[in-house]
């Protein structure tokens, strides 16, 4: 059974438009985490999280909100979507900071 | 600011055979962890092996194996006896050991290695 599980899969939305892309792990993990992904740019970390209700920021994280309501979920959110957050998302968990991380299977957003 | 490069855009190997791929990276900090993670044509990001770099032994798992030269801020990727199912993309990252900043990880752009019959 996957450990780390995304929704939706697969998403389009249009410029300006609200989306929400959800992650559960059920690793008992700690840390939780939000990337992309970009031909030419490779995986980029926009958010992080030790816990429930802490935020850490990424690398890339203008544009980006993100929530994690309990060890288990982590929430990437966009407000006012733009063409150049067309990307692939993925999520991931860690045991600790030190520890490798586990992947979901990414969700595509295509923002017209 | 950390910095992690993989200069081998793609590789092809024959079937059995064993590859090297390559990765030097850049850190401030003096102790720091890395590792090598494999995405599948499906898109599914796999962890493989880490290095830690006050460890002076190279890492090995299965068939994958590490080339840790702290000198050369370099860490290669050894596989060996290589399957069609080796076919994938390869990432290096590396994470910092020390500070705010212990868990991020930064990713090299990656290495397609092709294994073929």
């Known amino acids: 059974e996957a450990a780390v599980t995304q929704s939706p899969r697969n998403k389009v939305t249009v410029t300006g438009g609200n989306v929400t892309l959800s992650c559960r792990q059920t690793?008992?993990?700690?840390?939780m985490y939000w990337y992309r992904q970009d031909t030419g740019h490779g995986l980029r970390l926009i958010h992080y999280?030790?816990?429930?209700?802490?935020?850490q920021i990424g690398d890339v994280p203008d544009g980006y909100k993100a929530t994690r309501t309990t060890q288990e979920d982590f929430f990437l959110l966009l407000e006012l979507a733009s063409p150049s957050q067309t990307s692939l998302y993925f999520c991931?968990?860690?045991?600790?900071?030190?520890?490798?991380?586990?992947f979901g299977p990414g969700t595509r957003l295509t923002v017209l | 600011a950390q910095k992690v490069t993989q200069t081998q855009t793609s590789i092809s190997v024959m079937e059995k055979t064993t590859v090297t791929m390559d990765c030097v990276y850049e850190t401030q900090d003096s102790s720091y962890f890395l590792f090598w993670y494999k995405q599948t044509a499906s898109g599914e990001i796999v962890f493989l092996i880490r290095?830690?770099?006050?460890?002076?032994e190279n890492a090995t798992v299965g068939h994958y194996s590490l080339n840790f030269q702290k000198p050369k801020s370099s860490i290669g990727l050894i596989i060996t006896a290589t399957q069609i199912e080796d076919s994938a993309v390869y990432f290096c990252a590396m994470s910092p050991n020390t500070g705010a900043n212990t868990g991020k990880l930064t990713f090299g752009h990656g290495t397609i290695l092709r294994v073929h019959p």
């Open positions: 999280s030790y816990g429930a209700g802490n935020l």
């Open positions: 290095q830690d770099s006050y460890k002076k």
């Open positions: 991931a968990s860690g045991r600790d900071r030190d520890y490798e991380q586990y």
């Open positions: 690793n008992s993990h700690n840390y």
